[in-house]
C-alpha cells in the first residue's frame, strides 16, 4: 500500500468572492522507502501539500476536492485528534529555516524530551543522544539553538523528525537558508537516514538539479497543477513539457558548456490572475503555445514520465545559443586597487574580536565583472561594505581611480560615491515604502539639489533601460513583483552612472526565472553603459555566468583567485574543490 | 551570567550618584532655610545664625554635599527638623509598609494583567474582543485616586464589606520582629492579626494596581499573536504537539519577556503612586511621611524619601532585568 495518496486533490482559495484552485486536481502516489520530489517556483502551491497533509493550510484556504490519504487513511475527513495523533509519529516535518524552528528560549534537550516523552520514550536522554548521534552531532542536549548554526539546528530537526521512524517525512525546502557544503552535507544525511528506516519522503524544493539528486521521482509544479511527472533522470536529462525545459535553461550551469540563460517573460500569475485565466496556465510564457492552449487544460498523459502538454514533438526548438567562455575585458586601465585590506570586529563586551577580513588584496580593470564567492560568515559581505565605506578598514589600502579612498574624510567620500555604487541584497528593506519609484531611483540627484523636472527625465530614462514601462515611477515599491524591486534597486545604483557596481547577493531568494532576466539585464546594462561589477554570490553557477573572475573567499581570506572559466575547470584549492563539487548537478 | 548581571548592577551606581546630586541641588534652590525651620518661633537672630553654623549651612555648598554623601553613605540620614527624631529610624517604619503595599498591589496588577492578558488572547478575532477593549480602556483611563475614592465609596461605604483606614481593626496591637506587618504576624503566629492587615490591604493595593493591568493584558496579548506567527510554533504543531502545551510550554514562555520588562518599568511608577493612595486610606507609609515633611519643609526626610525611592525603582529595574536574563538564554552572553 502507498504510504501517501493524492486523488485530484483540490486546495481552494477564496479570494474577493472567488474560489481560486491553489492546487489543482493533484494525483500522486508515494510508496513506502521512495523519495518523491515536489519541485516549481514560488507560487506553485508546491508547500500547500505539505500543509494539506497536516491541515494547517493558510486562513482562506481549504481542502475543496479530491482525496488525500496517509496509508488508506483520509487525512482531509480525519478528527483533528486522529491527525495530531499521526504528526511527529508517523509522519515528520523537516522546516524550511532551521534556526527558527526550535524555540529559542528552550534548550535542545528540553525540546528533545518533549518530543521523546510523547512518543513514550522514557529514557529520553539516550534515545535522544542517539538521535543526535545519527545525524553526527554530539550531545549538545544542554545547549540553546542561537548557540548553533543552521546546519546543526537543521540536523537537530532531522534527528527529530526520523526519532519516531516515521513512515512518511515531508521536507519542504529543508536547504535553501544553508551553505552549499551544508546543504551537501544534509542532503547526504537525510537520504541516509531514510535508506535506513524506509521512509518514504516529500521533497519540496525550487532547485530542479537538487531534487533530480535526491529524489526518484520528479513531480514539476506550475500555478498549482502538475505539468511534468517522472523518473528523476528522465526528468532532467529529457524534459518534455516546456516549463520544465525553460526551467532547465534559465538556471546558469556549473559546469559543462557556458550557455545563454533562457529568458521566460513575466512571472508565474498570483492567485488574483489565475481567477481569470482559462486552459493552459503557462500557455501566457509558453513559447510553444497557441490559441488552442488557452481554451482547454491538457490532461497529465503518458505512462511514467506523465506530461500535461500536447506539444512535445516540438520541445527541441526551445534552445539556448552558446557563448564563449567569459573574458576579461580588453581595457586594462585599473579601476579598483585594494592591498592588504583588514578588518576586526571589537569585541564587545568581553568578547573576543572577529577577523571578518584579513589581507585581501586585489584589483579590478575599467569594465570587469569579478564575482565573490564564499560560505556565510566568509567575509565576503564586508569586503563589499568596506569597499562602499560603510565599514571602516581596520588595515590596506583602498584604491578607486587611482586615489586613496580608504578614509572617513569628505573628499574620499564623494570620489567614492562618484565612483561606485551598492546594489543591496534584499529590495523589500532597501527601497523606502513610503517613496515612489521615480523618487528612488533619483535619489542621488535629490542629495545633490538637483531640481525636478531634471530629475524625472532622468528617472524616465532609467525605467527605460530597466525594461520597466514609465506608469512604474509612480507606484510605490509594495505594489511591484519581487523582480521589478530588484530592477528598481539596481536602477537606483544606476542614476549617476557609476564607473564600478558592488552588489551583495542580488539575485539570491529570486526565482530561477526572474534570476535569468536580471541576469540578461546586467549583462545588456553593461554593454551599454561599460561599468566594472563586483558581484558577491554564494551561488557558484551565477557567478560562473556573468564573472570573468573570481574570488574564493573563506575566513575573511581569499583562498584561491583567478579566471572564472580555469578556476572552475581547474580548482587549485580544496576548499574551491569542496565548494564546486556541493553543487547539486556537478559534473 | 552572574558576570552579566554584575555589571548590570554596576551600571547602577553612576545612575545613583546622579540622582543624588539633583536632589541635594534641586533642594538647597527652594527658598527655605532649614536653621531657621527648626528652631521656636520666638528665636532671636543671633541664635538662628548659631544654629545655622552647627548645622554646617555656613560651608559652601559642594562641602555640604560631600558631608551629606558620606553621612547618607554610613546610613546616617539625619535628624527630623519636624518631629526630632533620626529620619533612618521613621523610614524604617514607614517603608515596609510602602513595599507591602507596591507589591501587593503589583501582585493584583500582574494577577489581572497576565490573566486578562491570556483571556484577551483567547478572545481574538472574536466578538467579546471589542467588550474587552472597552472594560480595558476604562480601568486605564481613572487614576488611582479615583478607584481609591470609588472602592471605598462601594466596598467600605456602601456595602460596608471592607475596612478604608489604617493598618489593623482598631484594638489589635501590632508584633514588631521585621516591620513587615503581613510577615511579623505570621511569624509570631497572630493569624487573626494577619488577616485583619489583609483585609486592610486589599482596597488600598486594588486602587493602586488595578489601572496598570490594562497595559500588561495588551503587550501580553500582542507579544502571543506575534510568538504564535513564529516558526517554532508551526513546528511544534507539526511535531504533534497539543494546543494547551504549545500555549504554555512554547508560546508563553516567549511572550512573557517582553511582558516582564514592562511590569519592571510599571513597578517603579506605582511604587510612586502609592503617594496618594496612602493618603487617602490613612495608610502609615512612606508616602504619608512625604507629604508631612514637605507641607513642614522637613528637607532631611524629602532627601532621604526622594534617594530611597531612586534605589527602590533602580533595584527593581536590575531585579527585572536578572530575571529576564534567567528567563531568556539569548541575553546570557555566551
Known amino acids: 500500500m502507498s504510504v501517501l495518496r493524492a486523488e485530484n486533490l483540490c486546495v481552494t482559495a477564496r479570494i474577493d468572492g472567488v474560489d481560486v484552485a491553489a492546487l489543482d486536481g493533484l494525483s500522486l502516489t508515494l510508496a513506502p522507502g521512495k523519495v518523491l520530489g515536489l519541485v516549481g517556483e514560488s507560487g506553485a502551491g508546491k508547500s500547500m501539500l505539505g500543509r494539506a497533509i497536516a491541515q494547517l493550510l493558510p486562513p482562506g484556504f481549504a481542502v475543496t476536492a479530491g482525496m488525500l490519504e496517509f496509508a488508506g487513511r483520509d487525512l482531509v475527513a480525519m478528527a483533528p485528534d486522529q491527525r495530531q495523533n499521526l504528526l511527529g509519529r508517523q509522519i515528520g516535518f523537516i522546516p524550511q529555516e532551521p534556526l527558527s524552528a526550535l524555540n529559542p528560549v528552550r534548550s535542545i534537550g528540553s525540546q528533545f524530551a518533549e518530543h521523546l516523552r510523547r512518543l513514550g520514550i522514557a529514557d529520553w536522554r539516550s534515545a535522544a543522544i542517539a538521535a543526535l548521534e545519527s545525524v553526527q552531532l554530539p550531545d549538545l542536549l544542554d545547549r540553546f539553538p542561537h548557540q548553533l548554526s543552521g546546519g546543526m539546528c537543521q540536523r537537530v530537526l532531522i534527528a527529530m523528525a526520523f526519532a519516531s521512524k516515521p513512515a512518511l517525512v515531508v521536507a519542504d525546502e529543508p536547504t535553501t537558508a544553508l551553505d552549499v557544503t551544508i546543504q551537501a552535507r544534509i542532503v547526504a544525511l537525510m537520504r541516509d537516514l531514510q535508506v535506513a528506516q524506509n521512509t518514504a519522503v516529500l521533497f519540496i524544493t525550487h532547485d530542479l538539479r537538487l531534487a533530480a539528486q535526491v529524489c526518484d521521482e520528479i513531480a514539476v509544479l506550475y500555478a498549482g497543477r502538475v505539468v511534468e511527472h517522472g523518473p528523476a533522470d528522465v526528468v532532467l536529462a529529457q524534459p518534455l513539457h516546456p516549463y520544465t525545459k525553460c526551467l532547465l535553461l534559465a538556471a546558469p550551469a556549473i559546469s559543462g558548456p557556458r550557455t545563454a540563460l533562457y529568458a521566460l517573460p513575466d512571472q508565474m500569475p498570483g492567485l488574483r490572475a489565475l481567477a481569470e485565466m482559462s486552459g493552459c496556465r503557462f500557455a501566457p510564457r509558453c513559447p510553444l503555445a497557441r490559441d488552442a492552449c488557452r481554451e482547454s487544460v491538457p490532461a497529465l498523459a503518458g505512462d511514467t514520465h506523465k506530461i500535461a502538454c500536447p506539444h512535445i514533438a516540438e520541445i527541441d526548438t526551445i534552445t539556448v545559443p552558446a557563448l564563449a567562455p567569459a573574458m576579461v575585458a580588453a581595457t586594462g586601465e585599473t579601476l579598483v586597487s585594494v592591498a592588504g585590506l583588514g578588518k576586526v570586529f571589537r569585541g564587545r563586551f568581553g568578547r573576543k574580536p572577529t577577523i571578518a577580513v584579513r589581507d585581501v588584496s586585489f584589483s579590478i580593470a575599467a569594465g570587469e565583472f569579478v564575482g565573490v564567492v564564499g560560505e556565510s560568515g566568509s567575509g565576503k559581505s564586508t569586503l563589499a561594505r568596506l569597499l562602499m565605506g560603510l565599514e571602516q578598514k581596520t588595515s590596506g589600502e583602498i584604491r578607486l581611480a587611482g586615489q586613496d579612498v580608504g578614509g572617513w574624510g569628505a573628499a574620499a567620500r564623494r570620489l567614492r560615491l562618484r565612483t561606485a555604487q551598492m546594489v543591496f541584497q534584499d529590495p523589500q528593506s532597501a527601497l523606502n515604502p513610503r517613496r515612489r519609484v521615480g523618487a528612488i531611483v533619483t535619489q542621488a540627484l535629490e542629495a545633490a539639489g538637483v531640481g525636478l523636472a531634471e530629475r524625472r527625465a532622468r528617472a524616465a530614462e532609467i525605467l527605460a533601460d530597466l525594461g520597466m514601462p514609465l506608469e512604474l515611477a509612480d507606484r510605490a515599491p509594495s505594489q511591484l513583483s519581487g523582480g521589478q524591486r530588484q530592477r528598481v534597486n539596481i536602477g537606483r545604483a544606476l542614476c549617476l552612472v557609476p564607473k564600478l557596481l558592488v552588489a551583495d547577493e542580488i539575485v539570491s531568494g529570486l526565482d530561477v526565472s526572474v534570476q535569468a532576466q536580471l541576469l540578461a539585464l546586467l549583462a545588456r546594462l553593461r554593454a551599454e553603459h561599460g561599468f566594472a561589477l563586483l558581484l558577491i554570490s554564494h551561488d557558484l553557477a551565477v557567478v560562473r555566468y556573468l564573472c570573468e573572475r573570481v574570488m574564493v573567499m573563506r575566513n575573511g581570506e581569499v583562498v584561491e583567485a583567478g579566471r572564472t572559466d580555469e578556476v572552475f575547470a581547474n580548482p587549485q584549492h580544496d576548499y574551491t574543490r569542496e565548494l564546486l563539487a556541493s553543487v547539486p548537478g556537478a559534473a | ?334
Open chain 2, 1 to 334: 551570567m552572574l558576570a552579566a548581571f554584575l555589571r548590570r548592577l554596576l551600571a547602577v551606581a553612576p545612575i545613583l550618584a546622579l540622582v543624588s546630586l539633583l536632589l541635594f541641588g534641586a533642594l538647597r534652590l527652594l527658598p527655605i532655610d532649614p536653621a531657621a525651620m527648626s528652631m521656636p518661633p520666638t528665636a532671636t537672630k543671633v541664635e538662628i545664625e548659631a544654629a545655622r553654623q552647627a548645622m554646617g549651612l555656613d560651608r559652601p555648598v559642594t562641602v555640604q554635599y560631600a558631608i551629606w554623601l558620606g553621612q547618607t553613605l554610613r546610613g546616617d540620614f539625619g535628624n527630623s527638623i519636624h518631629m526630632r527624631r533620626p529620619v533612618a529610624g521613621l523610614l524604617a517604619e514607614t517603608l515596609p509598609a510602602t513595599i507591602e503595599l507596591s507589591l501587593a498591589a503589583m501582585v493584583i496588577a500582574g494577577l489581572l494583567g497576565l490573566g486578562g492578558g491570556l483571556g484577551m488572547f483567547a478572545l481574538r478575532d472574536r466578538r467579546g474582543e471589542a467588550v474587552a477593549e472597552t472594560v480595558t480602556t476604562l480601568m486605564m483611563s481613572l487614576p488611582e485616586f479615583l478607584w481609591a475614592l470609588l472602592l471605598i465609596f462601594v466596598f467600605g461605604v456602601l456595602l460596608s464589606a471592607l475596612p478604608f483606614t489604617g493598618r489593623l481593626d482598631p484594638g489589635m496591637t501590632r508584633p514588631v520582629v521585621t516591620q513587615f506587618l503581613l510577615l511579623d504576624t505570621l511569624l509570631v503566629g497572630r493569624v487573626d492579626v494577619f488577616f485583619s492587615a489583609v483585609r486592610h490591604m486589599i482596597l488600598p493595593a486594588f486602587a493602586l494596581g488595578v489601572a496598570f493591568a490594562p497595559p500588561i493584558m495588551r503587550v501580553l496579548r500582542a507579544s502571543l499573536i506575534d510568538t504564535y506567527q513564529e516558526d517554532y510554533i508551526r513546528q511544534a504543531r507539526l511535531r504533534g504537539v497539543g494546543e494547551t502545551r504549545i500555549l504554555l510550554g512554547h508560546a508563553l514562555q516567549n511572550a512573557i519577556l517582553p511582558t516582564l520588562t514592562l511590569m519592571g518599568v510599571q513597578f517603579g511608577f506605582l511604587f510612586g503612586g502609592s503617594l496618594l493612595v496612602e493618603v487617602i486610606y490613612s495608610y502609615p507609609g512612606m508616602g504619608n511621611l512625604m507629604v508631612d515633611a514637605v507641607r513642614n519643609a522637613d528637607l532631611p526626610i524629602i532627601q532621604a524619601v526622594g534617594l530611597t525611592y531612586c534605589v527602590v525603582v533602580l533595584a527593581i529595574t536590575a531585579g527585572v532585568d536578572g530575571l529576564v536574563m534567567l528567563l531568556n538564554p539569548r541575553l546570557r552572553g555566551t
